[in-house]
Each structure stands twice: as structure tokens, then as C-alpha cells.
């Protein structure tokens, strides 16, 4: 069994930065992959990045892209999101998934099997 657990979240003015961290625990931790997502209020859940946990590869949101990075370390079992010249569009609260096999598309909530809590971002001046 996996756990997740979200952390780094704030209140930041628009242009600042803040990075997240998602940290894993369990027996077995070796996902294919993790992701972040983010929900606003009165919007659905949407895909933000995600990352092949053993070739590094990264993916963005359109949205996101150029401003985020997705990043991990292995060897503390935890995700990142780097998270620079933020909006309030993109204030949220942020979750991360982990995934635990290859699948069709990293952006579909159903290849992710488990998820952090969330952590509560906005960005305001």
C-alpha cells in the first residue's frame, strides 16, 4: 500500500514561486509514473504534469508548460512540482497520483491509482 502525502503549498503574490513536494511511503513503492493535478473552485479536476519515474520523462499542460517543472528523487521517494510566474488562474488545490503501470494516456485520472490529500495553493495580491 501506498501513501502520499502533499506538502509546500501557500499563499504567493502573481509572479512568485513555490514548489511542492509529494512524498511516498510504502513497502512497495515503485511507480511507473507520478502526476500532479489540481482542482480549482467549481472546476473539475485537471492534469498539471507527469513524470516516467525511471527515464525521467516529463510531461505538461499546455497551461502549465514553460512555467512548471516536474521533477523526483528516488532515493527519497518524492515528487516535485517547481512552480514559477504564477497566476491566480492557477490557484488550486494540488494533488499528486502515483501510477502504477504503463498505460494510454498520462493524463487520465484512471491510471493513477492512489492520491496525496492535497495541498491548498492561491496565488493573490
Known amino acids: 500500500q501506498v501513501q502520499l502525502v502533499e506538502s509546500g503549498g501557500g499563499l504567493v503574490q502573481p509572479g512568485g514561486s513555490l514548489r511542492l513536494a509529494c512524498a511516498a511511503s510504502?513497502?512497495?513503492?515503485?511507480?511507473?509514473?507520478m502526476g500532479w493535478f489540481r482542482q480549482a473552485p467549481g472546476k473539475e479536476r485537471e492534469v498539471v504534469a507527469g513524470?516516467?519515474?525511471?527515464?525521467?520523462?516529463?510531461y505538461y499542460a499546455e497551461s502549465v508548460q514553460g512555467r512548471f517543472t516536474i521533477s523526483r528523487d528516488s532515493a527519497k521517494n518524492t515528487v516535485y512540482l517547481q512552480m514559477d510566474s504564477l497566476k491566480p488562474d492557477d490557484t488550486a488545490v494540488y494533488y499528486c497520483?502515483?501510477?502504477?503501470?504503463?498505460?494510454?494516456?498520462?493524463?487520465?485520472?484512471?491510471?493513477?491509482?492512489?492520491w496525496g490529500q492535497g495541498t491548498q495553493v492561491t496565488v493573490s495580491s
Open positions: 497520483a502515483h501510477r502504477p503501470a504503463v498505460g494510454t494516456d498520462w493524463r487520465r485520472e484512471k491510471e493513477y491509482d492512489t
Open positions: 510504502g513497502r512497495t513503492f515503485s511507480p511507473w509514473g
Open positions: 513524470i516516467r519515474w525511471s527515464a525521467v520523462t516529463t
